[in-house]
């Protein structure tokens, strides 16, 4: 009985290494170019981070989130590699109001590289505030 009990747990013990190895190891959730990126403004004060966008590199797509009512809106700053430097190439406004989202559409090269962030914005005229850092992306 002593043998038993112990053999169950060695082969529980076992289960669960291996199980937590695949776990630890499995592959990501995208295909080849069908990568998924995502970036956020800094907290500026609340639990939930005010704006939010991913990026799908399969069809140059971004969706841009507000998801706080505090009277801003969210800007997303898109930077395009060229020429051993980065370019700013889009700043998109979104005032839409907490938990709506813009999607927004660009055609970027192959393989081109980006950077992006979220800001709050007061105001499609307003100045950038409470910037995420960058976060970068192949196209």
Known sequence: MRNSFKRALTTA?????????SVATGSSAHAEGHDVYTAYSASSGYIMKPGMAYFFSYGDNFELYDQVADGDGVALLVDL???GAYYRVQHEYWGGG???YKKINYDFAEKAKIRF???TQN??????????SWTYATA
Do not use: E, I, Q
Not at 13 to 21: E, N, P, W, Y
Not at 123 to 132: E, L, V
């Open 123 to 132: 105001g499609s005229g307003g100045a950038t505030d409470n910037c995420g």
């Open 81 to 83: 590699y060229y020429s």
């Open 117 to 119: 962030k979220v800001c």
């Open 13 to 21: 013990g076992v289960t669960m290494a291996l199980a937590a190895g």
């Open 98 to 100: 907490s938990g709506t």
